[in-house]
């Protein structure tokens, strides 16, 4: 198939290595990103998606995101679908959707969970908004670069499933870290704080699959320094988009709220930046109440 591919950074660079590792032809653009091996290196993103029968975007926010789209809509061909796997807000989704429409292009919002790790060895889970038909025709490289699509319905649902659920994660890991603070101070060990929780009615994703607590539970972050991992400002950053299209809708998420008040006070004014999500813990030992 032949692909344009805008923005190769941490995630797209693999993504499109893998690409091409299958065999595909990709002509790819970034304004900063060295261009990988074995693609053809364009002066434009109007270029790279010239021709394509469907062009991935992988780009920072949704400003960027219709930036790129408003220069690259009208060169792509009628029947082509434009593939946006970046996480933006759900509006900026079903508009860059709509201006596909209007010239006939086809448009996926494909958000991805699965981390720079995932996106390198091809088993992302890509969340998907859109129609049938363009689902259809990305899935033979959803299967490349991933392991899981799931179609949520129409355009800006992939966006809103990837953001309803990092905002569970979000809260979740800060009641993680907060339960086995308190436990410390309640003299509770942590390996027992964790057989119990694990097993009963408080587990969950973090507890179980990526402990906070280093040498608890499997292997995860906190046994590595807390090194990402998922970084405390990429959480950052979807619980905002979460907010955002909460009070678009006038959706009323008080945890959400919360867990976007803390991990902003972590990332900007604690020295959370850089750190795993997870270092929360960290951040909750050294406290009171106060
Ligand atoms: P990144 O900053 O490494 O890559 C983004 C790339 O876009 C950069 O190389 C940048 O130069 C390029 N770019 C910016 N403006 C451009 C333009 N106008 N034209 C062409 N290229 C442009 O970020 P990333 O970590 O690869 O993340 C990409 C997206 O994936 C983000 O929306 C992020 O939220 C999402 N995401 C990231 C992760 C992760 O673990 N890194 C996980 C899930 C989702």
Redesign the pocket.
């Known amino acids: 198939m032949k692909i344009g591919f805008?923005?190769?950074?941490?995630?797209?660079g693999p993504m499109a290595r893998n690409l091409v590792a299958a065999g595909h032809d990709v002509s790819a653009?970034?304004?900063?990103?060295p261009i990988p091996d074995g693609m053809t290196a364009k002066t434009s993103?109007a270029a790279a998606a010239k021709g394509a029968e469907i062009v991935i975007t992988?780009?920072?926010?949704g400003a960027?995101l219709r930036?790129?789209a408003n220069d690259i809509i009208p060169a792509m061909s009628s029947g082509s679908v434009l593939l946006d796997?970046?996480?933006?807000d759900v509006e900026s989704a079903r508009a860059v959707a709509d201006q596909a429409a209007a010239t006939d292009v086809g448009a996926l919002d494909a958000?991805?969970?699965?981390?720079?790790g995932g996106a390198e060895a091809g088993t992302l889970t890509f969340m998907v908004g859109g129609t049938d038909d363009a689902f259809a025709r990305a899935k033979p490289l959803f299967d490349i670069m991933g392991q899981k699509a799931v179609l949520c319905g129409p355009s800006g649902n992939g966006q809103a499933a990837k953001i309803c659920n990092n905002m569970i994660l979000g809260a979740t890991m800060i009641a993680t870290c907060e339960a086995f603070a308190l436990a410390d101070k309640l003299g509770l060990d942590r390996q027992a704080m964790f057989d119990v929780v694990s097993t009963s009615s408080g587990y969950s994703w973090t507890m179980n699959a990526y402990c906070p607590a280093p040498g608890i539970g499997p292997t995860s972050p906190a046994d590595n320094g807390y090194q990402p991992g998922?970084?405390a400002e990429?959480m950052l950053?979807d619980l905002r988009l979460s907010q955002q299209a909460a009070e678009a809708v006038d959706a009323d998420t008080p945890m959400g709220a919360r867990a976007k008040e803390l991990y902003e006070t972590f990332v900007e004014g604690e020295g959370g930046l850089g750190k795993d999500f997870s270092a929360m813990l960290p951040r909750f030992e050294k406290r009171g109440r106060s």
């Open positions: 805008i923005g190769l950074g941490n995630m797209g653009f970034d304004v900063v990103a993103a992988m780009l920072p926010n960027i930036g790129v796997c970046s996480t933006v958000p991805v969970s699965g981390g720079i998922f970084a990429l950053k």
